[in-house]
């Protein structure tokens, strides 16, 4: 079992910038990919970015790229988005969640997932 908990959102004014990380539990996060997922208000969720189990290999959502950086740090069991030059439309409850084989954009890949966290860009 694998416990994800997400931290770091909040409000922000639209240009600004907000990093979330993702804490797991156990001692196999260094073997596991993770993607970050979001969904907005009467919206089904979708994907934002991913990253590979040593973090060498990226994905990004067309929304957010050149925007937003995922990246990890298998010695804390963590991984971060780093999300730049926010806007209004990336207001969303995001998601954490990881997997066991290789990165993916597809959220019926991952197998555990976080609760949760706010992030919302005011105009």
């Known amino acids: 079992q694998v416990q994800l908990v997400e931290s770091g959102g909040g409000l922000v004014q639209a240009g600004g910038s907000l990093r979330l990380s993702c804490a797991a539990s156990g001692r196999t996060f260094s073997r596991r990919s993770m993607g970050w997922f979001r969904q907005a208000p009467g919206k089904e969720r979708e994907f934002v970015a991913a990253?590979?189990?040593?973090?060498?290999?990226?994905y990004y959502a067309d929304s957010v790229k050149g925007r937003f950086t995922i990246s990890r740090d298998n010695a804390k069991n963590t991984a971060y988005l780093q999300m730049d030059s926010l806007k209004p439309e990336d207001t969303a409850v995001y998601y954490c969640?990881?997997?066991?084989?290789?990165?993916?954009?597809?959220?019926?890949?991952?197998?555990?997932w976080g609760q949760g966290t706010q992030v919302t860009v005011s105009s």
């Open positions: 990253i590979s189990r040593a973090g060498s290999i990226t």
């Open positions: 969640a990881v997997r066991t084989g290789a990165a993916s954009q597809q959220q019926t890949d991952y197998n555990y």
